[in-house]
């Protein structure tokens, strides 16, 4: 036998054994479950011997009441302690001592914090997601009563087997990739038809001094709100000749265009980050006894995104002061002095630059753009419409809009305007003869393609946060904020500047709101109702916290 051989049959050997819990014998069998500390939990016992009756059963020497049924015990119980705890059964033939080993509540913060220390080391969410899953899932196979190895191997398949099937199989989560891919499809159809193109060359012609050329620049990046790749894609090789002719530096036209996209991207109401924020709200407040729709949630918290609302209005301002501080003031006084080098940049639209000029026409985007605006909106109304509410003369039309949006089916409304959106880019763009019909299914295929990568990190960051409301994580945090007496109105800095390090590590506001949103929601709400805080209070916390996520 060579070695290649042995190590395939140790592996296999290894891979069969099975490390059960320890028992005097095999009257009862302990059931293969997760019992965490401090957490009310139901212990399930199998009777292999159904005439030998029970006399008392007792956990660390209490006696416990029990409920048989279908050759089951059932015993509710709270473990006060972490690590081996002995349930001891007494029948009228013999004592049986079964040990169950409980989950330290403390670990339940390892998987998040694994995520975010890998996305901090090594900048790369996806493997920092993974690894914080599997440490989850190996926690939860190990305190559940199977060997290191196996807790290993059953953790890498419960991820692939169940838990990522799991979470696509999900209705609201199947929608949001839907509408997000959908969204990825219009807007490169409509970028490679020349539509955005055409809403920037609408506006450019007004840029004749270095201050209206950023002006521009600054407008045109919140006039395309649904998309921050496509704003930066589109607008940053579009309007760049025109800030080269005016001798503003490609350092400032960086600055204006990275300082619009992603902005105005987290607090319009119809944008590609939309599906997302939706799916991460409704997982996080699933739990929480909060008596409002996620999409309700959304847009409340709009109103406390003071960072995006600040950006955007420092940027209007540094452009209308004229104002630059540090090497971006160097940067900007060589421009006007030398000019711009007008070297060809990778990643210009190369594909949208092949339509002829009379061809970019500004309507082209502008249109299916309107239908899925006006479109979710529609959405809302209808699915949300109650006539009670419409007829009742005492509510004021603000409060019949408010509770219409907030009984409404946001998923269905999102999944409606976005399908007619690209259905009537498609036709706008063949019905000109901008592109053929090949080409333009061809151009929504790869604007699916492009979402892919946002899709994975949201499917990994559903699966993390099904571990971590399984490991009671939430529970935990709120549980040490609480004990350190922090104020629950210093949650919003904390989350802010918690989640200004982690975009900053991973580049991604993405993957900050994956690893944060299913960690820090709950957390806030528990911490709020622990401090006695009122729901329109504490309500208000929650939704300043909702929006402190979007660095």
Not at 445 to 454: H, P, Q, S, V
Request: charged share 15%; with cysteine.
């Amino acid at each position: 036998m060579n070695k290649f051989t042995k190590c395939v049959f140790i592996f296999i050997l290894t891979f069969v054994s099975i490390n059960s819990f320890a028992s005097n014998n095999n009257n009862f069998n302990n059931k293969h479950t997760l019992y965490i500390q401090n957490i009310s939990s139901e212990i399930q016992l199998e009777i292999d011997n159904p005439q030998d009756s029970i006399l008392s059963i007792t956990i660390n020497g209490e006696n416990k009441k029990y409920i048989i049924s279908d050759n089951n015990i059932t015993i509710n119980y709270n473990f006060n302690k972490s690590g081996k705890t002995e349930i001891t059964i007494i029948t009228q033939s013999s004592t049986n001592n079964i040990s169950l080993n409980v989950l330290p509540l403390w670990l339940s913060i390892l998987p998040p914090l694994i995520a975010i220390a890998f996305a901090l080391m090594f900048k790369e969410v996806y493997t920092a997601l993974l690894l914080g899953i599997l440490s989850g899932t190996f926690i939860m196979f190990y305190y559940s009563g199977y060997s290191i190895f196996n807790s290993l191997i059953n953790g890498i398949t419960d991820i692939t087997a169940n838990r990522v099937l799991t979470t696509i199989q999900d209705r609201e989560h199947i929608s949001i990739i839907v509408f997000s891919m959908l969204i990825g499809g219009m807007v490169t159809l409509t970028t490679r038809n020349g539509g955005m193109t055409g809403v920037v060359n609408k506006l450019s012609k007004y840029a004749s001094t270095p201050r209206s050329g950023q002006l521009i620049t600054w407008i045109m990046g919140v006039a395309i709100f649904f998309d921050d790749y496509a704003n930066t894609l589109v607008v940053g090789n579009t309007m760049r000749p025109i800030t080269d002719k005016l001798r503003i530096s490609r350092e400032k036209l960086a600055y204006i265009v990275d300082s619009t996209a992603a902005p105005i991207a987290a607090i319009a109401f119809v944008t590609t980050w939309i599906g997302a924020e939706l799916s991460y709200i409704a997982d996080s407040t699933a739990q929480l006894n909060i008596d409002a729709t996620p999409y309700s949630i959304l847009l409340s918290s709009i109103k406390f995104a003071f960072y995006p609302i600040l950006t955007l209005m420092f940027m209007l301002i540094l452009i209308y002061k004229s104002k630059d501080f540090g090497p971006m003031y160097k940067s900007e006084k060589q421009a006007r002095k030398l000019g711009i080098k007008t070297e060809e940049v990778a990643g210009s639209l190369t594909e949208a630059n092949e339509i002829p000029k009379e061809k970019e026409r500004w309507f082209n985007a502008a249109i299916p753009v309107a239908i899925i605006i006006f479109g979710t909106i529609a959405g809302l109304i209808i699915t949300g419409y109650k006539s009670h509410i419409w007829g009742d003369s005492n509510l004021t039309f603000g409060t019949k809009l408010s509770e219409t949006i907030g009984s409404a089916d946001p998923y269905k409304s999102l999944l409606w305007s976005s399908s007619f959106g690209v259905i009537v880019a498609i036709l706008l763009s063949v019905g000109q003869k901008i592109v053929s019909l090949k080409n333009a299914v061809e151009s929504v295929i790869d604007g699916f393609r492009i979402m892919l990568t946002a899709m994975i990190i949201l499917v990994l960051a559903w699966t993390l946060a099904t571990i971590t409301k399984e490991l009671h994580t939430a529970e935990f945090l709120s549980g040490i904020l609480t004990g350190l007496s922090v104020p629950p109105f210093l949650l919003p800095a904390i989350v802010f500047i918690l989640s200004a390090i982690v975009a900053f590590a991973t580049g991604s506001s993405w993957g900050t709101m994956a690893i944060l949103y299913p960690l820090i929601l709950p957390a806030t709400w528990y911490i709020s109702e622990k401090a006695g805080i009122q729901y329109d209070h504490a309500m208000n916390i929650f939704l300043n916290v909702t929006s402190c996520v979007l660095v």
